[in-house]
C-alpha cells in the first residue's frame, strides 16, 4: 500500500523559513513524479509545485515562484518543499500527492499545517 | 493561472443524480483531456475520483463519471448517496505544464 506522511509544519513568523517534508513508501518512489498541493483555511486546494522522478523537470505555481524550491532524494524515498520568505497567506495545510496530469494525483499525505503569524 | 470555476454549492437527494461543472480556457480544460476530479472531506487526505476526463482509477464507485463539451468539464454521481457529502474538485493540465485546481464544490445530501 501506498504511504506518504508530511512532516515539518509548525508556526514561522512572516519572513520566515521552513523546510517541509514527505516520505513515502509502499511503491518505487523514484518512478513517480511528485507534488505539493495546499488549502489555507476555509479555501480550496492549490497546486503549488511538481518534480519529476529524476528531479530533471520542475514547475511552481506563480503564487509560490522564487519563495519556495522543491527537491526529493530518492535514495531516502523523500519528497522536500523548502519556503523562504514565508507570508500570511502561506498559512495552509500542505499534501504531498504522488502522480502527474496523465495518471491524476493518485495518492496524497494526510497534511501538515503551516502557520504564518507574528 | 486562474482557477478554475465550479459552482460554490449543490445538493440532491439520495438516489438523485447530480453534476458539477469545470470550466476553465482552451489553455486548460478545452486544450488537453486531462482532467481530474478528487473528493475530499475535511481533515482527511483528497481522494482521486477521475482522472483523463472519464476514467475511474481501480476501486472507485462506478457512479462516479466525468465528461468534457469545449473549456467545461462535469463530474456526475448518480445513485447519490449520504456518503458522498464532501467537497469536490476538479483539476487541469495547462499550457504552462503546470496544474490548476478549481474553487471547489460543497455537496450536501439532502
Known amino acids: 500500500e501506498v504511504y506518504l506522511v508530511e512532516s515539518g509544519g509548525g508556526l514561522v513568523q512572516p519572513g520566515g523559513s521552513l523546510r517541509l517534508s514527505c516520505a513515502a513508501s509502499?511503491?518505487?518512489?523514484?518512478?513517480?513524479?511528485m507534488n505539493w498541493v495546499r488549502q489555507a483555511p476555509g479555501k480550496g486546494l492549490e497546486w503549488i509545485s511538481y518534480i519529476s522522478g529524476s528531479s530533471s523537470t520542475l514547475y511552481y505555481a506563480d503564487s509560490v515562484r522564487g519563495r519556495f524550491t522543491i527537491s526529493r532524494d530518492n535514495a531516502k524515498n523523500s519528497l522536500y518543499l523548502q519556503m523562504n520568505s514565508l507570508r500570511d497567506e502561506d498559512t495552509a495545510v500542505y499534501y504531498c500527492?504522488?502522480?502527474?496530469?496523465?495518471?491524476?494525483?493518485?495518492?496524497w499525505g494526510q497534511g501538515t499545517l503551516v502557520t504564518v503569524s507574528s | 493561472q486562474s482557477a478554475l470555476t465550479q459552482p460554490a454549492s449543490v445538493s440532491g437527494s439520495p438516489g438523485q443524480s447530480i453534476t458539477i461543472s469545470c470550466t476553465g480556457t482552451?489553455?486548460?480544460?478545452?486544450?488537453?483531456?486531462?482532467v481530474s476530479w478528487y473528493q475530499h472531506y475535511p481533515g482527511k487526505a483528497p481522494k482521486l475520483m477521475i482522472y483523463?476526463?472519464?476514467n475511474r482509477p481501480s476501486g472507485v464507485s462506478n457512479r462516479f463519471s466525468g465528461s468534457k463539451s469545449g473549456n467545461t468539464a462535469s463530474l456526475t454521481i448518480s445513485g447519490l448517496q449520504a456518503e458522498d457529502e464532501a467537497d469536490y474538485y476538479c483539476n487541469s493540465y495547462t499550457i504552462s505544464s503546470t496544474l490548476v485546481f478549481g474553487g471547489g464544490t460543497k455537496l450536501t445530501v439532502l
Open positions: 509502499g511503491f518505487t518512489f523514484s518512478s513517480y513524479s
Open positions: 483523463e476526463v472519464n
Open positions: 500527492a504522488r502522480g502527474y496530469y496523465d495518471s491524476g494525483l493518485d495518492s
Open positions: 482552451s489553455s486548460d480544460v478545452g486544450g488537453y483531456n486531462y
